[in-house]
């Protein structure tokens, strides 16, 4: 098994550009969430999904648009890039909400 | 709203000696989970602690839920520098389907 599978590893965009952050896992997890990653910040919840269909926000949900059409997919869509934006995004996935979350491997995203 | 403390924030010792790391909450507990994660990877979880007073051991690592479940230790003894890493502690907010995490503890065990 693959795991999570985040693409892409790295990524630099302009201000105003905008770009959609992949993520699938091939565990058959309803629970899918982003996360992003700042120095001194830990990790704070920017969507997540329970299921197929249901999206919902979570700390930091200003700037970014989800979508969960499969169990397996969960894409996290920038729309409008702002420097604010510059950090390292992770997905994760877990059975259920009390489970074990696994990580995918990070994007590291700069916005010049 | 929740807010998860984690401290230190920093920490740096020389291997072999001992450590404590603390997360403390500002409303009980549903179900802790402490995680480590390494450079350039995502977070891997260690252990879930739900019940008051528990404690789980996983070899040198010490995890301690507070009796009120509003505060949790992890102790490690004789460090190694294996152990270097951030140290997240999470719960679930409001049981509302959010996974919060504290801002962590990185930790550098130095040979």
């Known amino acids: 098994n693959a795991g999570v599978t985040q693409t892409p590893k790295f990524q630099v965009l302009k201000t105003g550009q905008s770009m959609t952050l992949q993520c699938a896992q091939d565990?058959?997890?309803?629970?899918m969430s982003w996360y992003r990653q700042d120095p001194g910040m830990g990790l704070r919840l920017i969507h997540y999904?329970?299921?197929?269909?249901?999206?919902d926000q979570g700390e930091v949900p200003n700037g970014y648009n989800v979508s969960r059409s499969t169990t397996e997919d969960f894409p996290l869509r920038l729309l409008s890039a702002a420097p604010s934006q510059t950090s390292v995004y992770f997905c994760?996935?877990?059975?259920?909400?009390?489970?074990?979350?696994?990580f995918g491997s990070g994007t590291q995203l700069s916005v010049l | 709203t929740q807010l998860l403390e984690q401290s230190p924030q920093f920490l740096s010792i020389q291997e072999g000696e001992n450590l404590t790391v603390y997360c403390n909450s500002s409303?009980?507990?549903?179900?802790l989970q402490w995680y480590r994660q390494e450079p350039g990877e995502g977070p891997v979880l260690l252990v879930t602690v739900v019940t008051g007073g528990e404690v789980k051991k996983l070899k040198r690592l010490t995890f301690q839920f507070g009796d009120a479940r509003k505060d949790s230790s992890l102790h490690i003894t004789a460090a190694q520098p294996g152990d270097t890493g951030l140290y997240l502690c999470?719960?679930?907010?409001?049981?509302?389907?959010?996974?919060?995490f504290g801002q962590g503890t990185e930790l550098s065990v130095k040979p």
């Open positions: 994760a996935s877990s059975y259920s909400l009390l489970g074990k979350l696994f």
């Open positions: 999904s329970v299921g197929a269909g249901i999206t």
């Open positions: 409303s009980v507990f549903s179900s």
């Open positions: 565990m058959n997890h309803e629970y």
């Open positions: 999470a719960d679930i907010y409001n049981q509302g389907g959010k996974l919060i």
